[in-house]
């Protein structure tokens, strides 16, 4: 006998609570694989390689040794100083080991930071087309999302006139992301510096900056951070972590970098809610931050050569065109000339064609007419997913 549920009566909140649309393709993906269908992914942003194995053995040791068990909600001393050694070096600015919360991966950050800081009544300036837990968080906590357009005319770099533009009384955070999911765009020093100068006399106004994709950047492009501006310095929160430099997706860790009484609010959600970070993985970090470095350079290399490939096969379907991305791991085709909406085209490629991507618009409003592709896998299965895609557009 079927015994009917109660009705599910959730709160309110979990009416403004997003998601995060590449794994509901990826999801889709598998029950056709399950189906007996291939499949070609090119959807989720995860690098194809393993771990380096430097960075897996001291893993491997740690779990040895015994860091099985509770650590500092805000993670291992020694693994917040090799953080803050390691953004000193690469941002060229002064971190200490108080200045950094270590969490189960960069999404925490985001989480917490917006769960802190802003509520009912702010306005958090976010990019759009961007990583959608920005605006599914904005309205989760009570805030009104303002979404900043990046244009493919500008290389989908950031227009600080946009962000300028945008700020009001209300304005409590901005959320930068360079390099940029899912574009590829990169924000110069330059542009970083109009909007720096624009929140100089606005003490009231925070920064997000995204910079998980540092490590990936092309054709001698530098990474610029706002947590080196001295005037902005302690409004600045920094978040990265290892998933991608270091292919370390599985593992979940990442960490934000902060001033310490912000630090010391956001460990408190920390232990609210995931008590601490795995000790195991943030000895694994420490090994990532400052050891034998090659793995990373071998996959960046690749990423490299994979772009250019991408673009150029891209470039060839009818219908579509594409900008050279200077930054992450992802292409952001124009799509307008296809005939259908980005929805319908990522849709309709993945069950007639068996190529999974994502509409621009799972990343917001301003990526209609536009798919995201990752180049985070090999050249043998860009070729046959492209070639597909190029097989349906032609039969069109």
Same mark, same amino acid.
């Given at each position: ?28 993906? &598998? ?75 960069? &999404? ?108 990936? =950047? ?49 460990? &408190? ?35 490299? &050569? ?17 900008? =050279? ?72």
């Amino acid at each position: 006998m079927t015994q009917t549920l109660p009705s599910l009566n959730l709160a309110s909140r979990m009416s403004r609570l997003g998601t995060e649309t590449a794994f509901e393709v990826l999801a889709r993906a &598998k029950q056709l694989e399950a189906e007996g269908r291939d499949i070609v992914h090119l959807e989720i942003g995860e690098p194809d390689f393993d771990t380096p194995s430097n960075i897996v053995e001291a893993g491997r040791q740690a779990l040895a040794d015994g860091w099985t068990h509770y650590g500092p909600a805000a993670g291992l001393p020694d693994a917040r100083e090799a953080v803050a050694d390691y953004i000193g070096k690469t941002r060229h600015t002064s971190v200490n080991g108080n200045e950094v919360c270590i969490v189960p991966g960069g &999404k925490p950050v985001m989480f917490y930071v917006l769960l802190a800081l802003a509520e009912a009544g702010d306005e958090v300036i976010y990019p759009n087309p961007g990583f959608p837990i920005y605006e599914s968080m904005i309205r989760f906590s009570g805030a009104t999302a303002v979404g900043c357009p990046l244009r493919e005319s500008n290389g989908f770099a950031l227009d600080p006139q946009d962000v300028i533009s945008r700020l009001t009384e209300k304005t409590k955070l901005v959320i930068l992301n360079s390099p940029a999911n899912p574009t590829g765009g990169v924000t110069g020093r330059e542009q970083l510096g109009e909007v720096i100068a624009a929140l100089r006399d606005r003490p009231d106004v925070w920064i997000l900056s995204d910079e998980i994709y540092s490590r990936l =950047l092309y054709d001698g492009e530098e990474h610029v951070s706002p947590l080196t501006d001295p005037s902005i310095r302690e409004r600045v929160i920094l978040l990265d972590g290892f998933s991608k430099t270091w292919a370390m997706t599985g593992w979940r860790i990442g960490y934000g970098v902060m001033r310490p009484d912000l630090c010391e609010t956001i460990t &408190k959600l920390m232990i609210n809610s995931n008590s601490c970070t795995a000790s195991f993985t943030q000895r694994a970090a420490i090994e990532a931050l400052q050891g034998d470095q090659s793995g990373a350079e071998i996959m960046h290399a690749e990423f490299d &050569k994979r772009r250019k490939h991408i673009v150029s096969l891209i470039n060839d379907i009818p219908g579509f065109s594409c900008h =050279l991305p200077k930054g992450a791991f992802y292409v952001m085709p124009n799509i307008t000339d296809v005939g259908m909406n980005a929805k319908e085209l990522q849709d309709r490629l993945l069950s007639e064609a068996g190529v999974a991507a994502l509409a621009g618009t799972a990343f917001g409003a301003e990526g209609e007419g536009y798919l995201r592709f990752s180049y985070a896998a090999d050249i043998q299965t860009i070729d046959k997913g492209l070639g597909r895609v190029r097989a349906f557009v032609e039969a069109l």
